[in-house]
């Protein structure tokens, strides 16, 4: 195994020796640099400065491999990394960050086949140039479960990178391979998903297998890749390995998704390339009866696809080994033999229609019949078993080939929103050739059977396991470039393709990396200066793929807007006549590079060959050659294609209709071009739903028939799927430029390198290394992929970022003072502050971490170091909390220990009683009748058991199956629910794309309406010109014609205007010549000042160019120096973390040192303690071993009084035989003695006995009291809990009526205010009501008054006219004074209908009051079910007080009869202690008779047994001494018990208290309340007493007016009795007024008097009525009344023209008067 040896051994890296160190500063003594050239770059040395003279931009450098001395620029020096560099795991971690010494290390560590590098965040991969060893199991499992901190660059750390991010943060991970064609992306990929299968494991089903990837690897190569001259094994389609993982992080189902297969390949493909793997293999197939089967043992001599046999032996066998190993993955995959049947009839088709063949068409055939003639097979034999194959007839095949006959409903095109010439207007489709359609019904049959097999594979993959996330492997074909494999033709259309989707990849990247990193960084307040920046690959992209806004308008009109080849080959398609160089000139006009632009800054470029062009990939350091010949054919519709489905459905053979109708209603293919689509989990669900939602939204529904447009939206599903997630990147890099035949070449011409090129003399200078790479292709993909930036970006930004509250909840176990000070379970209100005090705890240099909005960000390999200082005080306190575990165990297990032990003693006793009685009959037979009785009880219980078991089990049953049912049902009902959404989505967009359409078309119609408005006015005012400009000529020649005309009369006029006219003729070819000269001087002048212009705009042009390569290079030499002086920066910020982390460790050590002092202090006391404490001992073992001594002496002295006793013995029994007399006494004595001893003895058993159930008693009790005392304490404690809660739930309650009282409060406060406001409002509007009132009734009076005064001189007048003939003159002014009258009545009927507005405002005034009232009422009556509430709830607490005051009164009767206890127990050993004293007596008379006996020779046996026997009863008596004691300190304890529960019931009873004090004060705020409500009460009595009186005010009015209204009813009456009157006396006295006219001059002077009275009353009266127009209770129109009373007197005067005529002073005098009375009317109107 060959891995990086730094990461075996860190330490030797981290410490250096002296020589290390001295060489590294020689190193930097000596200025090492890089010296960047054509080839490559060399090891140099610079010259120091001061010393030489240089022109400005140029060093002076040694080379070190031939010591050679040159001047060069500035930007070919890069600065170059200590020799310790050189194989540095992370090209971010050297001090100086540039492409040489990136090229350096990458070349040293391929050297050393360390074929991995990280970059940052990603990974670079070299192609390796064998197998290496760092591929095998052994080194998987080195890597399972590391970080990726301790693990060695490889691409299984990748894979445990991501899996570990997936486990821990839940989050979908997606792993992305960049790279060139050849590079090992796909070997990559196999090595990650070999990981992955390997270390993670899978469910019980084993769904994802080891086997299983094998076996898919195998199938996909075989049908998916095909040599290339770029690789000798090439993937040609895009794919997405999708890994579903569950709960436990193993993987639960899998799927595949596929797009971009170049489905051509297998009829038409670039020179020098084979077709796909599969054919190659199924030829070589050494099977026979398939071979038969399959038509294959005759092979073809030609074939029109070039599908040939291989025809070395070494590779036939090579062929079908691998054919063999093809047939053992299908079935691993679980693919049937007759699904495997099928695949081979396919591809034996294929092969047979390219040995088929087509004819040549004949051009001179115009008629659709010949055509359909001409169209045929070359060889029908080949054909015929083509038709065989796929199971249909001869004619069919060549009908579904080149008729182009759609049958049934499966080739039945969908309806478009709006259909294309191609489908509508353009006839029946394309003109294709035979050979074209044959091409077409081969690709549709590969790509229909890639189809079938990426389903079957995903069927065999998936699984209905529930999963939690996933991780996605995308594996695109890489750069395609056929000048780096040594091939001079162009790229054709699929590796256009293949390279957009890399593209599209590399820009992904450079928006995760750059463009979401600085908007995060803005967005949390960050500040970063990274100015040197450059945009992504959007050029190459746009040239691509740029979209028009009119995209959704399908027209064959060109507009001037810039769009992509894509939608140019689309629309190119759609024009008749189109062709390649048509296509070009519109691309090169949209993209080529224009007259302004600089070299380089265009990504499209004219190549020297025909229909050729030169596109640059990756941020142009891959220059493509694209050859478009045939790309127009391609774009095109192909009915033939779309007849092979329809083909493959209808085939007579079962095995392969049944494949293909079975596929047709499902969804797995996504308009012909995703393949993989079959939902197995919730996850592969939601990726085909993304991937639909790409195809079916906005301009996609439409254009998803297009073939061109297809490739755009398959990779936008790409980079809408793995977008979600989060991504790794992975670039893999080629060594060397190696054509298929493996010859290392040169790289291209147009790759970009430096601005100024060295060419050096290839020498020795080069290490053995840099013959390995190609350092000019290694520098070109290094600059395109935009590592080094990204590198800086990684360098000198925040890449690893944590959420405030997430980094505190993660590492506040770093700092356990600042949880012991704030507590476990403390909340945080500010996140910021929190985690500012956590990071000043924990240390850290200031520039290794940054604070942001809402996040923290840190340096790189900050958190790391985090996260390793947090794993090992979480070992360290998780070793803490076993020892604390373990310790209780041990606790427990002792105790468990005594418990047993107390037990076993207590059995013991249980079997000796039990041999006590077990000889008793009524014991044998209770014995003998107890286990009849339990046996049938037992036999019941155990039939009751087992019909509950029978009972459960049918139930489990039961439900398992309803379960089962249920969850077959869930999965259908799912299944059906995406479905229905796939569909319900797809019909959305679909309508939104329609909707889109619309409203396209609908902008398109309006622009051309308003253009067609726009172009008549323009031709309206044209014709109108035109017109004058006629009449302008018809004028002229009108003038012409009289001219002429005049000439011919006269002469002598005519002579004058001819003199005129050449006069005029001279001054104007004179005033044209002068105007000429001027012209063609200014002319002059102006060609020289142009002249003068050029030449200064060539200079400023020259001096632009010159200082723009000025800016260039300054701009490069800025760079450069920004780039070093950022390195120099980080290297600093890397030396102070460093000296931090030493001032660290000093410090620590300081504190250790310190603590080692304290210890050894400690330790020297401790000795200094140790030695006085020796000495003191010593001197106790003296005075043991002296007392020692002296009892030494005592046993001797009793030994010898032992021999002298034995002597006495000796002599008493030889003196026996004398006494034989004395000799029975004393046995009688003894035989009394015996007696008297065995009372004794059963005495003192019966003592033991007694002694033992005390003990026993006491030991009962003892546990009886603990158990009392832990069911107390947790009585207590709940009953704590209980009052507590009670407690924070009253106080609550209290908080919430307080709040709701002072609401309450603020509620009735602002009751009061609108209530006071409302009251200041009714007195003042009954105030305004009564004064209004009053006046109205006053005027009302006063007119009454007036209209009746006016009555009676009425009345008056009439008698008068009656007898007098009254004048018009007084009739007019009576009509007059009529209609003021009837002014007045209106203005008092307008100010009878105000009074009545105003008495409906104050009505709804009162309604409001009321309102109010009765919210106010429903407030009081709330308040009081609040209070009523509240009062339950006391009362509920106050019982629930009342059971804890019992259960407390229980508990201290309980403690009492304890105490009960515990005084009997004390009396009984009072009583024991008495027997005690009786015992110690009798043992003292027995001592006495010991005595006496041993005086009197008696045996020596009996009295040790005596003695043995005392000192057995002093050892129980010292043991009932110790038991007391235990039982007083029990006893004082449980005093001390009583008291605590004393204090606690007194807690309670002051509690309680407290609480009756906030009741009553409660109450009391309630008592206010229900005073307040009564107030309010008593005002709204008093509101509705005075409402109650103004509406009594109000009818007294309203009966007021109706009686004047009645009044003003008669008086109007009158007035019209009157002016009927008035009307009959003047028609009856006309006459009599004319004859009696000169001669009653007497009654008219008085009749004038009296009507000079009525008229100034009428002056006298205007004031008023004046006064009552202001008020606006008038609003009539006088004038009108006015001039309609003076008709009927024009009329009169019409018809009395004598009378007009006989009295004209009268007349006069009348209309004169009228008039001025009209004058004040009208004013007053």
């Keep these: 195994m060959l891995l990086d040896p730094e990461a075996a051994s860190p330490a030797h890296s981290q410490v250096k020796t002296e020589e290390q160190i001295a060489a590294e500063e020689a190193w930097h003594e000596t200025e090492k640099v890089w010296l960047v050239h054509k080839d490559g770059f060399s090891l140099a040395s610079q010259l120091k400065s001061q010393e030489l003279s240089l022109p400005e931009g140029k060093v002076r450098v040694k080379l070190d491999h031939d010591g050679a001395v040159l001047d060069v620029d500035e930007d070919d020096v890069e600065k170059a990394n200590a020799p310790s560099c050189d194989r540095l795991e992370d090209l971010a971690s050297l001090v100086y960050l540039n492409e040489s010494s990136v090229l350096h290390t990458l070349r040293q560590r391929y050297g050393a086949s360390l074929l991995h590098t990280y970059a940052g965040p990603s990974l670079l991969v070299l192609s390796p140039r064998g197998a290496p060893a760092v591929y095998s199991e052994k080194v998987m499992h080195m890597f399972k479960g590391c970080r990726r901190e301790d693990m060695a660059p490889h691409i299984y750390a990748v894979a445990q990178t991501a899996y570990r991010a997936m486990l821990m943060s839940r989050q979908d991970q997606s792993i992305i391979l960049l790279g060139s064609s050849g590079s090992g992306k796909t070997t990559s990929c196999q090595h990650l998903v070999q990981y992955l299968a390997t270390i993670t494991g899978t469910s019980g089903n084993k769904v994802f297998s080891v086997e299983k990837w094998q076996a898919l690897y195998t199938l996909l190569e075989a049908f998916g890749n095909s040599p290339t001259i770029m690789n000798g094994n090439a993937t040609r389609f895009s794919q997405i390995l999708s890994l579903d993982f569950d709960q436990a992080g193993q993987v639960a189902s899998a799927s595949i998704q596929t797009m971009l297969l170049e489905k051509l390949r297998v009829a038409r493909r670039p020179a020098n390339e084979a077709t796909f793997n599969v054919f190659y293999y199924l030829l070589a197939c050494g099977d026979g009866t398939l071979r038969t089967e399959l038509h294959l043992n005759h092979l073809a001599e030609n ?79 080949w054909a015929q078993k083509a038709a065989y194959l796929l199971g249909c007839s001869l004619e069919e095949l060549s009908s579904s080939i080149f008729k182009h006959q759609h049958k049934g409903g499966t080739m039945q095109r969908s309806t478009s929103f709006r259909q294309g010439p191609e489908e509508s207007g353009l006839g029946d489709g394309p003109k294709l050739s035979a050979l074209e ?222 494949l293909f109708l079975g596929r047709a209603g499902s969804a797995t293919v996504l308009s012909g071009s995703i393949a993989g689509l079959e939902g197995g989990s919730q996850l592969a669900l939601r990726r085909a739903t993304s991937m639909r939602k790409t195809f079916t939204t906005g301009m996609a529904a439409v254009k998803k028939k297009s073939l061109c447009i297809q490739i755009k939206l398959q990779v936008d599903a790409l980079i809408d799927t793995i977008k979600k997630s989060k991504l790794h990147f992975v670039y893999c890099f080629l060594p060397v430029a190696e054509g298929w035949a493996g010859e290392p070449r040169s790289a291209s011409s147009r790759r970009v390198s430096s601005s100024s090129e060295l060419d050096l003399p290839s020498g020795d200078h080069c290490e053995a290394g840099l013959l390995q790479l190609d350092v000019p292709l290694l520098r070109a993909q290094l600059r395109g992929s935009r590592l080094l930036d990204a590198m800086r970006m990684y360098r000198q930004g925040y890449p690893d970022h944590m959420v405030f509250s997430e980094f505190r909840r993660r590492f506040d176990v770093l700092a356990p003072h600042l949880t012991k000070k704030h507590g476990r379970n403390y909340i945080v209100v500010d996140e910021r502050r929190a ?79 039990n041999k006590g009685v077990k000889d008793w009959p009524w014991w044998k037979l209770f014995t003998t009748v107890r286990p009849l009785i339990e046996v049938q009880l037992s036999e019941e219980q155990i039939r009751s058991r087992d019909e509950e078991i029978q009972q459960l089990r049918s139930k489990l049953e039961k439900v398992e199956k309803e379960r089962n049912e ?23 967009n679909t309508g939104e794309s329609a909707s889109q359409l619309l409203d396209a078309e609908t902008a398109e119609r309006l622009r051309a309406e308003k253009e067609m408005k726009e172009l008549q006015t323009q031709y309206d005012a044209l014709k109108k010109q035109m017109e004058v400009m006629e009449v302008e000529v ?67 042009q020259a001096d632009s160019d010159e200082s723009q390569r000025a800016l260039q290079q ?207 409002k009714l007195t003042t509007l009954s105030d305004q009501v009564s004064q209004r009132d009053f006046e109205s009734e006053k005027r009302l009076r006063k007119d009454l008054k007036r209209t009746k005064a006016l009555l009676a001189d009425a009345q008056i007048m ?27 009545c209106a203005a008092a009927v307008k100010a009878r209908k105000a009074m009545e507005v105003e008495i409906e405002d104050l009505h709804l005034q009162i309604d409001d009051i009321a309102k109010a009232k009765t919210a106010l009422e429903e407030q009081l009556s709330r308040l009081q079910r609040e209070k009523n509430e509240i009062q339950n709830r006391l009362e509920e607490d106050q019982e629930d007080m009342n059971e804890l005051m019992k259960k407390h009164k229980a508990a201290v009767a309980q403690a009492s009869r304890d105490l009960a206890q515990m005084n009997d127990l004390q009396a009984q050993l009072e009583e024991a202690n008495k027997e005690k004293q009786e015992l110690q007596e009798k043992l003292q008379a027995l001592q006495s008779q010991v005595e006496f006996l041993e005086q009197s020779m008696v045996d020596k046996s009996l009295v040790s047994r005596q003695e043995a026997k005392i000192r057995e009863l002093e050892t129980r008596l010292e043991f009932e001494r110790t038991q007391v004691k235990r039982l007083e300190s029990l006893a004082s304890r449980l005093k001390e018990n009583m008291e605590k529960l004393t204090e606690e019931r007194d807690q309670r009873i002051a509690a309680e208290n407290r609480e009756k004090e906030q009741n009553k004060r409660l109450q009391r705020q309630l008592r206010d309340t229900k005073e307040e409500m009564g107030e309010l009460a008593r005002k709204e009595a008093e509101a509705s007493r ?140």
């Design 1114 to 1320: 300054l701009k490069k030499k800025c760079q450069r120096l920004t780039a070093e002086l950022q390195d120099t920066k980080l290297h600093l910020e890397g030396q102070q973390v460093r000296n931090h982390e030493l001032e660290k460790k000093q410090r620590r050590f300081d504190s250790e040192l310190s603590q080692a002092h304290e210890e050894a202090q400690r330790e020297k006391l401790q000795r200094e303690k140790l030695q006085r404490e020796k000495d003191m001992l010593l001197a106790e073992a003296f005075s043991l071993k002296q007392q020692l001594e002296e009892k030494d002496m005592d046993i001797t002295g009793f030994t010898q009084k032992v021999i002298s006793l034995e002597a006495e013995l000796q002599d008493i029994s030889s003196q026996e035989s004398k006494d034989e007399a004395s000799l029975a006494k004393v046995k009688k004595q003894l035989r009394d003695l015996e007696a008297k001893v065995k009372d004794q003895e059963e005495e003192l058993d019966e003592q033991a006995g007694t002694i033992q159930m005390l003990e026993q008693a006491k030991l009962r009790l003892e546990m009886e009291m603990e158990r009392m005392r832990q069911t107390h304490s947790k009585e207590m404690e709940s009953r704590d809990e209980e009052v507590e809660e009670a407690r924070q739930s009253c106080q609550k309650k209290l908080k919430q009526m307080e709040v709701q009282l002072e609401e309450e409060y603020e509620d009735k406060q602002k009751v009061l205010r609108e209530k006071r406001e409302l009251e200041s």
């Design 1358 to 1384: 009439l008698d008068h006219l009656k007898n007098n003939a009254p004048s018009k003159r007084e009739i007019a002014q009576l009509k007059n004074q009529l209609e003021e009258s009837e002014f007045t």
């Design 966 to 988: 249920l969850r077959l049902s869930s999965d259908r009902l799912e299944s059906r629910i995406s479905e229905l959404t796939s569909e319900l989505t797809d019909e959305r």
């Design 437 to 658: 359609c044959l091409e077409g019904m081969a690709s549709g049959l590969y790509s229909e059977l890639f189809t079938l097999l990426v389903s079957l594979v995903n069927r065999a993959l998936k699984s209905s396991q529930h999963s939690l996330c996933s991780m996605m492997i995308v594996d695109t074909p890489g750069f395609q470039n056929p000048e780096l494999g040594g091939s001079a033709r162009g790229a054709s259309f699929e590796e256009l393709c293949h390279n957009y989707a890399q593209d599209r990849l590399q820009r992904l990247f450079h928006e995760r990396t750059f463009v979401q990193e600085l908007e995060r960084y803005k967005e949390e307040n960050i500040e970063l200066a990274f100015d040197d920046l450059e945009p992504a690959a959007d050029d190459s992209v746009a040239v691509v793929d740029q979209a028009s806004h009119q995209s959704l308008v399908r027209s064959l009109a060109r507009t001037d807007e810039a769009r992509g080849l894509l939608w140019l080959l689309e629309e190119e398609a759609l024009v008749p006549g189109a062709t390649e160089d048509a296509l070009l000139e519109r691309l090169f006009s949209y993209y080529g590079p224009q007259e302004g632009d600089k070299k380089g800054q265009s990504p499209l470029l004219r190549s020297s060959k025909t229909r050729h062009f030169l596109l640059g990939h990756s941020h142009g350091t891959n220059w493509v050659e694209y050859n478009v010949a045939g790309w127009l054919s391609y774009t095109k519709q192909n009915p033939a294609t779309q007849n092979a489905p329809r083909l493959l459905q209808d085939s007579q053979k079962k095995i392969i209709s049944n």
């Design 835 to 913: 985690v500012e005090e956590l990071l000043e705890s924990l240390d850290l240099e200031k520039s290794s971490c940054c604070l942001g909005l809402s996040r923290v960000f840190f340096r790189a390999g900050t958190l790391a170091r985090l996260e390793e200082q947090r794993d090992e005080q979480t070992s360290r306190n998780l070793t803490l909390f076993q020892a604390a575990c373990r310790g209780y165990l041990a606790r427990q297990q002792f105790k468990k220990k005594k418990i047993q032990d107390l037990a076993i003693r207590c059995v013991q006793k249980n079997i000796k009683k």
């Design 1586 to 1725: 005075k409402k109650h009186e103004l509406e009594m005010d109000l009818e007294s009015l309203e009966a007021a007016n109706q009686s004047l209204q009645a009044d003003l009813k008669l008086a109007f009456k009158r007035i019209g009795d009157l002016q009927a009157a008035i009307e009959d006396e003047m028609e009856s006295d006309e006459n009599e007024d004319l004859i009696n006219s000169e001669g009653d001059s007497d009654v008219d002077s008085e009749l004038e008097d009296r009507v000079d009275g009525v008229k100034s009353w009428l002056s006298k009266n205007k004031g008023p009525s004046k006064a009552a127009s202001e008020d606006g209770s008038l609003k009539s129109s006088s004038p009108t009344s006015y001039w309609k009373s003076l008709a009927p007197d024009r009329s009169d005067e019409e018809h009395d023209p004598v009378d007009s005529t006989s009295r004209p002073r009268h007349s006069h005098s009348s209309l004169s008067d009228s008039d001025t009375e009209a004058k004040p009317t009208e004013t007053n109107a």
């Design 1034 to 1100: 018809m004028e002229a020649r009108l003038i012409r014609a009289a001219e002429i005309n005049g000439e011919v009369d006269d002469d002598d006029a005519g002579g004058e205007w001819r003199l005129k006219y050449e006069r005029a003729v001279r001054e104007v070819d004179f005033t044209k010549k002068r105007l000429q000269q001027e012209f063609e001087d200014k002319l002059e002048v102006e060609q020289q000042n142009k002249r003068q212009l050029e030449r200064r705009l060539g200079d400023l």
């Design 303 to 381: 074939n029109v696809f070039g599908i040939v046999p291989l025809a070395k032996p070494e590779e036939k066998q090579k062929a079908a080994q691998q054919f063999s190993k093809l047939q053992t993955a299908m079935k691993v995959l679980g693919i049937s033999p007759d699904e495997q049947k099928a695949c081979w009839l396919i591809l034996a088709a294929i092969y047979h229609l390219g040995a088929a063949g087509a004819t040549k068409e004949a051009p001179e055939e115009p008629s659709e019949a010949a055509e359909a003639g001409r169209k045929q097979f070359a060889r029908h034999e």
